[in-house]
């Protein structure tokens, strides 16, 4: 069974920018979580999608956004790039929801310029 | 609110002795608690679980944890460890009344031949 798959594994923006980062599940889970990891904070719950819909929130700014797809891939996007947006971003999926235990991804690494 | 408290932020060890992480939790639910491990650029992988069938919890490569209500600690443990065994832990919680997981900061283990 193939594991929780993102893309790419590397990124390198600007400020300014925005960014989609992509995150294929498990097949057959339906819950996707996005964290972000950086050295100063740790890990930081951004959201989670379960069915195509937004189920919770972490406390982020509005420029943090994602969807999921009717095969629960989903995405994440990140506009407005600020230097503090370097961070690992990994994506989390499993068969029930946030609060269960999760299979990651190798995630993306975003570094802004 | 729940949270973990990892209390150590490094752990060094030689290879062959015994591996002690400790973490704390608070949690105003009968909680679940998890412990991962990450590899440098790996996402996380799980350890084990502990979601109240037995306090003491066996997880994968030699590792185990102990549940003791009393204390609200949750340590991490392995007999004797390998040098494939340095990364980065993290202990985490889950309450039936929070619908995401909770991290700790993590614990660093480095391991010396």
């Known amino acids: 069974k193939a594991g929780v798959t993102q893309t790419p594994r590397y990124l390198i923006k600007t400020r300014g920018q925005q960014v989609t980062l992509s995150c294929s599940p498990i097949s057959g889970h339906r819950s996707v979580s996005w964290y972000q990891q950086t050295p100063g904070q740790g890990l930081q719950f951004l959201f989670e999608y379960f069915s195509e819909t937004q189920r919770n929130k972490g406390n982020f700014p509005g420029r943090f956004s994602g969807r999921q797809f009717s095969n629960s891939r989903s995405e994440m996007n990140v506009s407005t790039l600020e230097l503090g947006d370097s961070a690992l971003y990994l994506c989390a999926s499993s068969s029930t929801g946030a609060d269960q235990p999760q299979h990651f991804g190798d995630g993306t690494r975003l570094s802004i310029l | 609110a729940q949270s973990v408290t990892q209390l150590d932020s490094h752990v060094s060890v030689s290879e062959g002795t015994p591996v002690l992480l400790r973490c704390n939790y608070s949690s105003s639910y009968s909680p679940s608690l998890f412990w991962y491990v990450q590899h440098p650029n790996k996402g996380l992988q799980l350890l084990l679980k502990?979601?109240?069938?037995?306090?003491l919890v066996k997880g994968i490569n030699g590792f185990e944890a102990e549940f003791k209500k009393s204390e609200t600690s949750f340590h991490l443990t392995k007999p004797s460890a390998h040098m494939s065994d340095a990364a980065e832990y993290f202990c985490?919680?889950?309450?039936?009344?929070?619908?995401?997981?909770?991290f700790g900061k993590g614990t660093m283990l480095l391991v010396s031949p």
């Open positions: 985490v919680v889950s309450g039936s009344g929070y619908s995401t997981l909770t």
């Open positions: 502990y979601t109240s069938a037995a306090t």
